[in-house]
């Protein structure tokens, strides 16, 4: 059984940064790409910024040059860097990760969300 925690979210007034981490305990072989989505009141989720295994990333539009996905492999753990923060980030944030629980069994986990506001 795989648990994903994330911490770090908040309130933070306009420009100022917040970092997520979400982290994966449990039964771990290894654990492949790692994906941050928010989800604001009314819109659908969206994918915000992605890491693979071998560190190669990639954001969304809207968040480029401002947030950075990073990985602790030794951890089990991503986090998401939020700087300049607008209030159009604010939403739910919730990590995804693509995990091999065993060597034949492969699935994506969802962590519980934390939400992220940031105030004019």
């Known amino acids: 059984q795989v648990q994903l925690v994330e911490s770090g979210g908040g309130l933070v007034q306009a420009g100022g940064s917040l970092r997520l981490s979400c982290a994966a305990s449990g039964s771990i072989f290894r654990i492949n790409v790692m994906r941050w989505y928010r989800q604001a009141p009314g819109k659908q989720r969206e994918l915000v910024a992605a890491i693979t295994s071998d560190g190669s990333t990639n954001y969304a539009d809207s968040v480029k040059g401002r947030f950075t996905i990073s990985r602790d492999n030794a951890k089990n753990t991503v986090y998401l860097q939020m700087n300049s923060l607008k209030p159009e980030d604010t939403a739910v944030y919730y990590c995804?990760?693509?995990?091999?629980?065993?060597?034949?069994?492969?699935?994506?986990?969802w962590g519980q969300g934390t939400q992220v506001t940031v105030s004019p």
């Open positions: 995804n990760l693509g995990i091999w629980a065993t060597r034949n069994h492969y699935d994506y986990y």
